[in-house]
């Protein structure tokens, strides 16, 4: 996978992530950001560990 589309897989995760957060019903953006934060953390060691 190149580095442009590893990008925007991630930051695509992390609006979707956030979204769902948002709509599960997370107290404010700050928590659902959080939530999404992990999920692009663990997303983006998998991609540099893929590599």
């Known amino acids: 996978m190149s580095l442009p589309t590893q990008v925007a ?3 695509a ?4 992530v ?3 957060a ?3 019903g997370a107290a ?3 928590t ?3 939530i999404g934060q992990v999920a ?3 997303t983006l060691i998998a991609l ?3 590599r």
């Open 9 to 11: 897989v991630l930051v």
């Open 13 to 16: 995760l992390l609006a979707v």
């Open 18 to 20: 956030t979204g769902v």
């Open 22 to 24: 948002l709509a599960a």
């Open 28 to 30: 404010n953006l700050g």
């Open 32 to 34: 659902a950001l959080g």
């Open 40 to 42: 692009f953390t663990i």
């Open 48 to 50: 540099l560990l893929r």
